[in-house]
């Protein structure tokens, strides 16, 4: 168990909105990463993290940013929800130096179910 | 332009026979392959995987073969049983490089008691 957990699990908010999804985990992994989940796309990445205050953008990042200023904490900001915002949301952890988890290999955390209204 | 493509959306296997997903790239440049599960209201799962280097890694019920030329990969499944009923998800990635993985869009495999 690498000890990933997300908050909150669901919510649902009102467009316009600002929102705040927090990914934590307690094993010290270099690596975390957003994504989000949609019927007929699959997994997509939406920003990710190589460090501390180190964080770059994967395919799907507009409309979203992220700040990483704890190694245990990284937080997915909607500056103002859309409706095609609405997804379930996955953090993942990754370590290329081992620490139980192999280069490559990612452990995933619960998820977010958003909904924006 | 998908690198990463999974295209059997579903695949309906009896109890005890073999499923197979397959999985096809077009990045020459991945050389570590990993399979995920996901169940509904859950994270994925990691399952197995398998570098570039190899043609086969089994792992109990569950073997993946890549053939490189042909930028192919299937997960077989053998026998299927009604709990691996889930969502499989290919994925691809550069070893040693940004640890980021490409995901195909999944195959929602259903195992019939």
């Known amino acids: 168990d690498a000890g990933i957990t997300q908050s909150p699990r669901h919510k649902v908010t009102e467009t316009g909105t600002p929102v705040t999804l927090r990914c934590h985990q307690t094993e010290n992994h270099r690596y975390m990463y957003w994504y989000r989940q949609d019927p007929g796309h699959g997994l997509r990445l939406i920003h990710y993290s190589y460090g501390v205050k180190d964080t770059d953008k994967g395919e799907v990042s507009d409309g979203y940013s992220v700040s990483r200023s704890k190694t245990e904490d990284f937080l997915l900001t909607l500056e103002s929800a859309t409706s095609s915002q609405t997804s379930v949301y996955f953090c993942?952890?990754?370590?290329?130096?081992?620490?139980?988890?192999?280069?490559?290999?990612?452990?995933f955390g619960p998820g977010t179910r958003l909904t924006v209204t | 332009d998908q690198q990463v493509k999974q295209n059997s959306p579903s695949l309906s296997v009896q109890e005890g026979r073999i499923s197979i997903l397959n999985c096809d790239y077009t990045n020459s440049m991945f050389d570590y392959f990993l399979w995920y599960k996901k169940y509904p209201a859950e994270g994925p799962t990691f399952l197995i995987s398998i570098s570039s280097i190899k043609d086969k890694n089994e792992d109990g019920r569950f073997t993946v073969f890549l053939n490189k030329s042909a930028k192919h990969l299937s997960l077989h499944i053998v026998p299927s049983q009604p709990g691996d009923s889930a969502v499989y998800f290919c994925a691809a990635s550069i070893e040693g490089g940004s640890e980021k993985l490409v995901f195909g869009k999944g195959t929602k495999l259903t195992v019939n008691p």
């Open positions: 993942a952890i990754s370590d290329a130096q081992g620490q139980g988890l192999r280069s490559g290999e990612q452990y």
